[in-house]
């Protein structure tokens, strides 16, 4: 009977742990496999809901003095025209006379004109764009100050190179000609008008002056419509804080006017020259161009390219350096390491091609200058989980998981209404379910085996059972030893007495 009851329970314990190895196999069957290795598509994928574009509106009144001619000037041309007309080289016709002032004018027009008191004056509406990405999920954004901090200086040379732009050249050629004949009734030939349109530019560059400028900065991000969609829909945001820009640190820390915005985290250290790079942003030619030019659609992109060597710059800083291409507009966007994490912001690169798009080794402000920076706001760094969240979501998608991604998707549009991407994501993800594509592994929450629950009671039984026989055995051998035990006193005990009423009485001896 003891070795039926010991392999009755080895048997009910094998089909517990055969139930147990069917669980262990279910759970390891559902259970997701490895995440695939990071590659620059899924980091340019999950970082991008980040990095947005940003625009620099500048409202710029600027005048130059108007040109006079000084009564000392207007005696020395008097002097010339009677010199020429003495010497039978001019006749004393007003329009010959009229001609021939205009051509020792033109000759030489520095030495007729100066600055007069009255001013010149004009409005012109600027504009550049950049990068940048958020730091904090509450609206802290980086990126390169001189994409939203440009100087007078800066404007003032902007004006005198739009002024030699080709279309400004024959714009002006073509006002200046009608001015001309307008007051005077002289049509310039094409040498005279070249002289003229050649000093106007000099006399703009040599006194030209911004007295105002107006800023105002608008935030987007996905397929940008820049320009003045960008003003009428963008979102506002403010200039916290900005370093000198290159060769300064060249790092501004904006606040915009957004909550739970997914973040990027800063990396700490560098990484080895060589290691993996990827640059995010929104590139477009021009840096600061008038308004007009500005309406355009904007996509952001990815290059790739490895670590390059550090630069030493003024200040005691270092800047790093990337073989990924940048070109204007990618200024302030973030320089991404094999994780995702922030290296840097880009700021400046070497080498242009003839259209001026920088093509050159690019430079970058490294992380532990943008904690330096945010510092001195009173921000600190924190990228959240909004981030993470989406590298999960598209990680499930990787498997066909589309359940568990639509869950993870739907978290980050609950808390992220700035999220350019997230919809679109949640509508694919919805179709991929409903057209049966999904291969989301059955929950085991709850999950009991068939059988098991039957095996357990079986075991339960089984174990009462062997506990009854165990009880049962052993009150048998406990009434034989008592029984054993009344004999054996019996024995030694004195003779068996009848009582008076005839019943046997045990004498026991008092000692």
Request: glycine share 10%; aromatic share 6%.
């Amino acid at each position: 009977m003891e070795r039926l009851i010991k392999w009755s329970v080895l048997g009910l314990l094998g089909l517990v742990l055969l139930a147990n190895g069917a669980l262990f196999a279910a759970i390891k069957i559902t259970q997701d496999p490895a995440p695939r290795p990071l590659d620059g598509q899924r980091i340019f994928a999950a970082s991008r809901p980040a990095v947005w574009l940003i625009q620099a509106n500048y409202q710029v009144a600027v005048s130059v003095p108007e040109p006079t001619l000084p009564k000392a000037s207007q005696d020395r041309l008097t002097q010339e025209l009677i010199a020429m007309v003495r010497a039978g080289k001019l006749s004393l016709q007003p329009a010959a006379i009229d001609q021939a002032a205009v051509n020792l004018i033109l000759d030489n027009p520095d030495a007729y004109f100066v600055a007069g008191t009255n001013r010149i004056k004009d409005d012109l509406a600027l504009a550049s764009s950049g990068s940048g990405f958020f730091a904090t999920e509450d609206g802290y954004m980086i990126t390169a100050a001189h994409v939203v901090s440009a100087s007078k200086d800066d404007i003032r040379a902007l004006i005198t190179e739009i002024e030699k732009q080709p279309t400004r050249l024959a714009e002006g050629r073509t006002e200046v000609q009608r001015l001309v004949r307008e007051q005077s009734g002289i049509t310039l030939n094409d040498t005279q008008l070249d002289k003229l349109i050649a000093w106007q530019g000099r006399w703009v560059d040599k006194n030209v002056t911004v007295d105002k400028v107006d800023t105002q900065y608008y935030l987007a991000s996905g397929t940008v419509e820049a320009g003045q969609h960008l003003v009428n829909t963008g979102t506002r945001l403010s200039l916290v804080t900005a370093e000198p820009i290159a060769p300064g640190r060249d790092v501004a820390v904006m606040k915009a006017e957004v909550s739970s915005v997914p973040a990027l985290p800063l990396a700490t250290g560098q990484p080895p020259l060589g290691a993996a790079t990827y640059v995010v942003g929104y590139p477009r030619r021009g840096y600061l161009e008038e308004a007009v030019n500005m309406d355009a659609t904007v996509n952001p992109t990815l290059t790739s390219g490895a670590m390059q060597g550090p630069r030493a710059m003024d200040g005691g800083w270092t800047a790093f350096g990337t073989s990924a291409q940048v070109e204007h507009g990618n200024s302030g966007g973030p320089v991404l390491d094999s994780q995702g994490r922030v290296l840097g912001v880009v700021s400046f690169a070497i080498g242009t091609d003839p259209q001026g798009a920088a093509l050159g080794e690019g430079f970058f402000v490294p992380a532990d200058v943008i904690r330096e920076t945010l510092n001195k706001a009173s921000v600190k760094p924190a990228a959240g989980t909004l981030t993470g969240l989406y590298y999960q979501a598209l990680s499930q998608g990787d498997f066909h998981h589309y359940r568990h991604e639509l869950a993870l998707l739907s978290q980050v549009q609950t808390r992220s209404a700035s999220h350019a991407y997230v919809k679109d994501a949640v509508s694919m993800t919805q179709s991929a379910v409903l057209s049966g594509k999904d291969q989301t592994p059955p929950e085991l929450g709850g999950f009991v085996p068939a059988g098991l629950g039957a095996l357990v009671v079986a075991a339960v039984l089984a174990l009462g059972t062997v506990i009854g026989l165990r009880l049962r055995r052993s009150r048998r051998l406990k009434a034989a030893a008592a029984a054993a035990a009344m004999v054996a006193a019996a024995a030694d005990a004195g003779p068996l007495t009848a009582s008076p009423d005839g019943v046997t009485q045990e004498t026991v001896p008092i000692s």
